[in-house]
């Protein structure tokens, strides 16, 4: 299955899905902090959600239940930089557990990972998308229901372009 992001849609199939992207867009990554979405070809490394909002997850997928103890390493000074982690030190993160909805699920993809280049940006997510959609810092985001309904579908082996 193959996925296209533009500034405004998700397109998979023969859907096409309202999205909110980076407050700057979709482009070159720069930095760690830039609110850019980045251009390019990614695969789902993995799915986390909570496990209190979601019952259950159709999924070929590796998926894993969000705990309070969870983030994702934003801090380019860590040795975890891009990483999921559930302990938290000095270094900054990303909490996982929230009060609002926007990480009930989150699709990771692997931006960044194989290798991670520090500073090169961190957590780029497919995730909830807010009420009125607002831009992101960089992840993508739509309506939770659709996100539901495209997990359904999605293969190990499902690319998603970001164009």
């Known amino acids: 299955m193959h996925i296209k992001i533009t500034k405004k849609y998700l397109l998979f199939n023969d859907y096409r899905i309202k999205c909110a992207v980076g ?27 909570r496990r209190d909002k979601i019952k ?6 590796k998926k894993i239940p969000i705990k309070k103890n969870m983030g994702w390493c934003d801090d380019p000074k860590s040795k975890k930089y891009n990483q999921l982690i559930t302990s938290f030190n000095k270094f900054s993160y990303e909490k996982l557990y929230r009060e609002d909805d926007i990480y009930d699920i989150i699709l990771v993809l692997n931006y960044n990972m194989n290798p991670v280049k520090k500073k090169r940006g961190s957590a780029i997510f497919i995730h909830v998308a807010k009420k009125n959609y607002k831009k992101t810092e960089g992840c993508v985001a739509i309506k939770k229901n659709e996100l539901l309904k495209i997990i359904k579908n999605l293969k190990t082996n499902s690319k998603i372009e970001i164009s």
């Open 56 to 61: 259950k997850i159709n999924t070929v997928l």
């Open 23 to 49: 407050k700057r867009g979709i482009g070159k990554k720069i930095r760690e902090g830039d609110l850019i979405t980045p251009k390019g070809t990614f695969k789902i490394k993995l799915i986390l959600y």
